[in-house]
């Protein structure tokens, strides 16, 4: 056991500090995160949404932890000042809190600073033993793309009462158990607000309106490059509601992701049509 990375306490305390949104990027390799980090983004998530913008797969339930072990390395060697947060994959850290521990240290060996998976009330225990390994957590809530056969696809998640108690109690019992961010993703803007006034932790929102403390947006979309699943026509494909291309309007990619943490810090992105 040790204690979590003073560099990622350090950073974590500044966002609370400063008050200021934090613009998180999705982010797979060297090239990227190099052009990211000049770019101003503060945080780069190597997401398990590799399974479909770089594997091609339809969602991201067959992507392996030989997959997610792959790019952080990659990724830390492009922005080795930034914090970088790796996805557990599916199947790395539902059976047991000790399997999960032990699969979260593979991805920091990997060179990320904290590891994020999807998930409430069943994996508050989980949460509080990796932290109090010295691992830091992301809790992924709302729509949690692992479980997108059981939410019956891509769907918005805390519409009723009960579902949104249900998402603010998650919440707030995994801010108790530690997590450095909760992850809303795909909630009512006004649910997000809810949850970021209530709790301690910082949010990052995707899909969950303008009040959470920061945005994260899947660099692909961010660009306007992602087409769908490889094997079927781009015209089969619909952008979800809250990516954005910030590349139309500019024609540099580094210049597109400044953009994009430009208008996260100044409040503009996302706008209201980027929200439920
Ligand atoms: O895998 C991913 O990129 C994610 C984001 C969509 C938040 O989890």
Redesign the pocket.
């Known amino acids: 056991m040790h204690s979590i990375n003073t560099q990622v306490i350090s950073k974590l305390a500044k966002f609370k500090d400063s008050g200021e949104k934090i613009a ?1 990027l ?1 982010c797979y390799d060297a090239t990227f995160a190099k052009i990211s980090a000049a770019a101003g983004t503060d945080i780069l ?1 190597v ?4 399974g479909m913008v770089l594997q091609g797969g339809d969602n ?1 339930l067959h992507v392996t932890m030989q997959d997610m072990i792959y790019h952080p390395r990659s990724v830390a060697a492009g922005a080795p000042d930034t914090l970088i947060i790796a ?1 557990m994959p599916i199947g790395s850290y539902e059976a047991d809190k000790n399997t999960a521990y032990q699969n979260a240290q593979l991805l920091i060996e990997a060179g990320a600073h904290m590891v ?1 998976l ?1 998930g409430g009330g069943e994996m508050v225990n989980t949460v509080h033993h990796i932290v109090n390994m010295g691992i830091a957590v992301c809790a ?1 809530l709302g729509f949690t ?1 692992q479980s997108v056969n059981q939410l019956g696809g891509y769907k918005i998640q805390g519409k009723t009462d009960i579902s949104a108690k249900k998402i603010l109690q998650d919440a707030i019992a995994m801010s108790e158990a530690g997590a450095a961010f909760v ?1 809303l ?1 795909m909630v009512p803007a006004s649910l997000a607000k809810q949850i970021t006034e209530s709790i301690n932790t910082l949010t ?1 929102g ?1 899909g969950a309106g303008i009040d959470c403390s920061g945005q ?3 660099l692909h979309d961010l660009l306007g490059i992602y087409t769908g699943v490889a094997n079927k026509a781009p015209s089969d494909y619909k952008a979800p509601r809250f990516a954005k291309n910030f590349l139309c309007e500019t024609n540099s990619i580094q210049q597109a992701i400044a953009n994009y943490v430009q208008a996260v810090k100044n409040k503009t992105f996302p706008a209201i049509k980027h929200s439920y």
């Open positions: 998180m999705t998530l997401g398990d949404s590799l991201t996805d994020k999807e992924h793309p992850l993703e990052i995707i994260v947006l899947v």
